[in-house]
């Protein structure tokens, strides 16, 4: 770890000030992926501003009859507030299926939406990672990828992001809110949030230097049944191999994001129109455009025996 | 003490403290933090400063050049050693690879360098300003490729290379029934939760080390050898360690690197190995490729077997001794094993919890499954009719004791065996396919010398130090209840201080062999000070019975402590042993039913109900040792399911190298385990009638998963671990 410096933000126009005033700089919430990252040097930030002082904590209506989640909220709350369990379950079951409890006390919603690939590649400082060293190339590609992306990735970087909750919220279409280093805020669908990696695996968000996110909005639910599906080889405390999000109304449409795919939550509209000819059809459509690995082709057919398991037990 | 015929009845034999469920006498130190671990020893001695550890970024090839001028020039650092400037070291007698590498690379991750610096953080952060520029050799890492230039090894701990008995190539050939496959297992890592680590004080020329180690007397020896000083300058302390499944038999390089760290800097210094260092830096359970042939008569009886094993090391590394329970699991008049090694530049493969026969378990036991559904037979009725009673190698030689058929027999009931439809895929509750599985468990009882001193105060108190280890199986307690029964006191009156080198030395922990072994030299200590006592007493010490913290001899008695009224009574002895393990094959035996559920859409496994039936020899403290079993079980279910240390074969290095990536079950993996101990006693073991148990454990623990996995979905995986992308083809298709 090299040594930074410290503040603690006062508000979040200050805060995100701060970071663009200050050499690589970086936010620090609950800091449970950060910190592990900064004692490897993958992470070396100069300058760490604390937002924990921030009073984004809050989960309030709004006005339009949806939530509005506070950057700062513990994935522990979030998934606990009844509100969230009676109108966004998806979002709730997405939570609990995530990290341990221990974890989920102290991540917030907003880093667990920043939080990096684990990728063992982009773990070991040995090797080579677009996404930690650009250049150096991608050591996953013809390595270990049983756990990385099949559709959506580059000759660059085949990285899934490992966020549950981040899948839960496009199926939900949440918003994220977000102040500027000049005051300025903007909102950004969590469609836009993350980008595919392409050439440059190192820029993961469309955030600006020192944008910092304030909160999270979430529209006036949608009702139908709501699912979260998490497969994994052990029964907790691991990342998805494959997740299926998935809202299924009583007319047969829906929505769906899948999770253990791709380098951000993999939903396409045009494949949840296929839902009412069932989740072959649905799969085939989110993954016209895969690409796998020869150790993780086996996710086409696990996403698709996992949808088809989530919409069987949503129409019962 | 020589222990040369069977034993008869003994002070042990009473049974007031052995034999009883009894909870660790050290675990209120350990519920509450306060049992200090080697790197906690914060009070040992003054002014530590700490290292951190530098391990080779390439897999195979030299260190071209080392800049050290960055990193010297960083805050707080004192020194930093390489084996530039180590000066000489020699390589201890139980090493392969040199615990500090350069210029030669021998595997990724071997320790490069040690920076040491006043405080953990600036020696983490001057470690990552090391500069060194390697020159990549061509390095062998893929086992499968390597096995055609494989050797035969020369014959080790685990026995000849090759062994033969009639003929197998005619009878298998003959054979009615044949089954004829190939299992792989996987790279494992021990994983236990305290790393490695060490702190190091130099004093006028003597080492003393707070460590973490399972063999304390090896390790002094190893260290001595390593640094080129005589081995009464070194004294190795070890008395709590986290768990070490074999992992911690040897000296590491954080002993050394704590030594010569300490040596350079001047001041005592403290290492840990980091997390992700630690798979690839020390030792694993090497990958095996097994071919497994069986012939049989269709009533089942086995007329051939034979087992081949390949797997790799580095140099002076020794093979994984796949195929030694082959050689005496089941009858059949025509054998053949063959274990070959092939030369690999990855780390150095070695003990992992029930070395050898953990992995040829593994395969020996879906072999057999499988050649029951060819056959058409019950698998347990296949084991029991395969059943030998003298080893088959040797008839003229006996088991000394051996209830597998009554484990199989007694487990299938308890388990509801009879409720299995041998016809996979057929059970289904829910979304779960479920089926049960069943494998023999089957590992060694290893007798070997072991020594303690026992002290009697006039307080009464009894007072035992060995430098046995306690690796979190329980030899604490083991050793009080020993001394307890022996002495006659109440177990709070007995006090145990073990993994000292300055105590006599002990079997130390590994091999199963720890508690056996242990308290026989206990006991043997014990012998010794009941003799000095009774004579000090004025007693016939063949007479005297110690009880209840007195010493009677028909109508006269006089209270224990007595003996100690003009000073402490001591006694040293060791158990040693004769004939009696050549005379006699003695061995553990069980049998492990699992029940597992296939969740049938996404071919998720879990685990659903789990029973060991177990015989080995007398349970010396029967919740000590379900501990220790449940343990092995759930290691097993790790290994049948999702422990993979994966070889990336370019690079050279496990690329799973720390605990998000090299998965070992968590709580919400493991059901209801039940464990059940056969009365047994077994007088050619030792005084103590007892055996191992901890590893008898695991073996076969996830043959029995894999067997219920293809009793669940129809579908055969020979090739752990088991996961969902090897049974997804073989799923039934979604409603």
Not at chain 1, 261 to 290: I, Y
Not at chain 2, 148 to 156: E, I, K
Not at chain 2, 719 to 727: A, R, V
Request: glycine share 10%.
């Amino acid at each position: 770890m090299r040594a930074f410096s410290y503040e603690r933000a006062t508000s979040p126009g200050a805060a995100a000030t701060a970071a663009a005033s200050t050499a690589n700089a970086k936010f620090i919430a609950g800091g449970t992926n950060l910190l592990d990252l900064m004692k490897l040097e993958i992470e070396t930030p100069a300058h760490l501003i604390d937002v924990n002082d921030l009073a984004l904590d809050r989960i309030e209506q709004t006005a339009d009859g949806g939530l509005r989640i506070g950057a700062l909220v513990r994935n522990t709350d979030l998934a606990a507030d009844a509100r969230v369990r009676r109108d966004y379950g998806v979002l709730s079951r997405a939570l609990l299926a995530g990290a341990s409890g221990q974890l989920r006390n102290k991540a917030t919603t907003a880093g667990n939406l920043l939080q990096r690939t684990r990728c063992p590649y982009f773990y070991d400082t040995d090797l080579p990672c677009n996404k930690r060293k650009p250049g150096s190339g991608c050591a996953a590609i013809g390595g270990f990828s049983r756990q990385l992306a099949v559709v959506g990735a580059s000759e660059a970087c085949i990285a899934t992001h490992p966020s549950d909750m981040a899948v839960a919220m496009r199926a939900l279409d949440a918003v994220v809110e977000t102040v500027r280093p000049d005051g300025a805020t903007r909102s950004i669908p969590i469609a836009d949030l993350h980008r595919l990696p392409g050439d440059s695996p190192e820029i993961e968000t469309v955030l600006q230097p020192g944008e910092l996110i304030t909160a999270v909005a979430l529209p006036k639910p949608v009702g139908g049944k709501q699912a979260y599906r998490k497969v994994r080889d052990r029964a907790s405390y691991a990342f998805a191999l494959v997740s299926v999000a998935a809202i299924v109304q009583p007319d047969g449409t829906g929505r769906v994001a899948l999770g253990g795919v791709a380098h951000k939550p993999w939903r396409l509209e045009a494949a949840e129109a296929k839902l009412p000819d069932g989740a072959k059809a649905v799969t085939a459509r989110l993954f016209a455009d895969a690409k796998p690995t020869k150790d993780n082709a086996y996710k086409l057919q696990l996403a698709e025996r996992t949808l088809a398991a989530v919409l069987r037990e949503a129409r019962a | 003490m020589r222990f040369e015929h069977p034993a008869t009845f003994n002070p042990i034999d009473q049974l007031k403290v052995i034999g009883h469920p009894t909870s660790r006498i050290e675990g209120p130190l350990k519920t509450t933090g306060t049992a200090p671990y080697a790197y906690e020893r914060h009070d040992v001695v003054t002014n530590q400063a700490y290292g951190y550890v530098v391990g080779s970024a390439i897999g195979k090839g030299r260190i071209a050049t080392i800049n050290l001028e960055a990193a010297n020039a960083a805050p707080g650092v004192l020194a930093i050693v390489t084996a530039e400037n180590a000066g000489k070291l020699g390589k201890g007698e139980r090493n392969a690879a040199p615990l500090l590498g350069g210029p030669e690379i021998a595997h990724y991750h071997q320790a490069v360098a040690v920076v040491v610096a006043g405080t953990f953080e600036q020696a983490r952060a001057a470690a990552q300003l090391v500069r060194i520029d390697y020159v990549k050799g061509d390095g062998k890492f893929d086992l499968a490729a390597a096995i055609d230039a494989a050797g035969t090894p020369t014959p080790s701990f685990g026995g000849p290379a090759d062994t033969a008995v009639g003929d197998f190539a005619v009878s298998f050939a003959a054979a009615p029934v044949q089954l004829d496959a190939t299992y792989t297992t996987p790279d494992q890592g021990h994983a236990m939760m305290e790393p490695h680590a060490s702190i190091a004080a130099w004093d006028d020329g003597k080492l003393t080390v707070w460590t973490s180690n399972q063999m304390i007397a090896w390790g002094a020896e190893d260290m001595a050898k390593t640094l080129g000083i005589p081995k009464e300058n070194v004294r190795l302390v070890s008395p709590y360690i986290g768990g070490g499944f074999g992992g911690k038999l040897f000296l590491r390089a954080d002993v050394l690197l704590a030594a010569l760290g300490a040596r350079a800097a001047g001041r005592p210094v403290k290492v840990t190995l980091q997390r992700p260092l630690m798979f690839n830096n020390t030792t694993h359970r090497p990958a095996t490729i097994q071919r497994i042939r069986i012939g049989a008569e269709r009533d089942g009886r086995i007329t051939a077997i034979g087992h081949e094993s390949w797997s790799g090391n580095v140099k002076d590394g020794e093979p994984e001794m796949a195929v030694s329970q082959t050689r005496l699991l089941y009858a059949g008049a025509n054998r053949m094993t063959a274990t070959r090694l092939a030369a690999l530049d990855l780390p150095e493969g070695n003990a992992m919890r029930a070395p050898g026969e953990a992995s040829g378990m593994m395969a020996l036991e879906i072999a057999i499954d499988e050649l029951a559904d060819k056959l058409g037979i019950d698998p347990v009725v296949l084991r029991i009719s395969n059943d030998t009673q003298v080893d088959p190698e040797h008839p003229e030689r006996h088991f000394s004791q051996r209830q597998l058929v009554q484990c199989l027999s007694d487990g299938a009931a308890r388990f509801g065996w009879d409720k299995r439809d041998p016809k996979p895929g057929q059970i289904r509750d829910g979304r779960w396919l479920v089926g049960m599985g069943v494998a023999a468990a089957f590992r060694n009882n290893l007798v070997t010398k072991s020594a303690a001193r026992v002290r009697l105060d006039q307080q009464g108190t009894v007072t035992v130090e060995t430098d046995m280890t306690d690796i979190g199986t329980g030899s604490y307690t083991i050793i009080a209840q020993t001394a307890a029964e022996m002495m006659g006191v109440p177990l709070e009156r007995v006090v145990v201080r073990l993994g000292d080198s300055d105590f006599p030395v002990s079997c130390g922990s590994g091999g199963q062999w720890g508690g056996n072994n242990s308290t026989a030299g206990v006991y043997a200590a014990c012998v010794k000070l009941r003799e000095s006592i009774a004579q000090k007493l004025g007693f016939n010490s063949e007479e005297a019975e110690f009880a209840d913290g007195v010493v009677r001899s028909g109508n006269r008695s006089a209270p224990l402590a007595q003996a100690a009224g003009q000073g402490d009574l001591v006694a040293e002895d060791a158990i040693e042993y004769g004939d009696l393990a050549k005379t006699y094959q003695q061995s553990t035996f069980g049998a492990h039913f699992v029940e597992v559920g296939v969740d049938a859409d996404t071919a998720e496994i879990r685990v659903r109900r789990m029973l060991a039936v177990c015989a080995a020899g007398r349970i010396l403290n029967p919740k000590a040792a379900r501990s220790q079993v449940i343990g092995a079980m759930t290691m097993g279910v790790g290994a049948a399911l999702m422990e993979y240390l994966v070889v990336d074969k370019r690079h050279g290095l496990f690329i799973t190298h720390d605990l998000a990536a090299y998965e070992v079950p968590v709580h919400a993996d493991i059901p209801h385990q039940d464990v059940i101990f056969l009365d047994e006693t077994d007088p050619m073991s030792s005084p103590m009638k007892a055996k191992g148990v901890a590893e008898l454990g695991i073996c076969g623990v996830a043959a029995a998963v894999a067997n219920a996995v293809h009793n669940a979905t129809g579908v055969r995986v020979r090739d752990y671990p088991i996961t969902l992308d090897k049974l997804l083809a073989g799923m039934p298709e979604p409603v």
